[in-house]
């Protein structure tokens, strides 16, 4: 049975940083996207980065720059590097795997990790 479990959220000020921490257990193709998203309050769940299985990176507008993703294959850790992060990436961040011929709500998803971001 697969499971996905983020780590690293918490607190932190304006202009600061943080890493998300993303561990895999049981079998995930190699195919599989990986990718991270958020939800704010009241608020829909967005998308915020993704990578393929080739390493090749996908970011929304709102972090491009400012965040990056990278992921431990030999380990099966996905990571969410956070920079010079806003009151506005406050949000309950997921990390998720999906199939490259499916899409992200029916793939599998972590419980979620809390950023506040405070100014």
């Known amino acids: 049975q697969v499971q996905l479990v983020e780590s690293g959220g918490g607190s932190v000020q304006a202009g600061g940083s943080v890493t998300l921490t993303c561990a895999a257990s049981?079998?995930?193709?190699?195919?599989?996207?990986r990718g991270w998203f958020r939800q704010a309050p009241g608020t829909e769940r967005e998308w915020v980065a993704s990578?393929?299985?080739?390493?090749?990176?996908s970011y929304a507008d709102s972090v491009r720059g400012r965040f990056t993703t990278s992921k431990d294959n030999a380990n099966d850790i996905l990571y969410l590097q956070m920079n010079n992060l806003e009151p506005e990436d406050t949000a309950i961040y997921y990390c998720?795997?999906?199939?490259?011929?499916?899409?992200?709500?029916?793939?599998?998803w972590g419980q979620g990790t809390q950023v506040t971001v405070s100014s």
């Open positions: 990578i393929d299985r080739d390493g090749g990176t």
């Open positions: 998720a795997a999906w199939s490259p011929q499916g899409t992200s709500e029916l793939g599998y």
């Open positions: 049981g079998w995930i193709a190699r195919s599989y996207r």
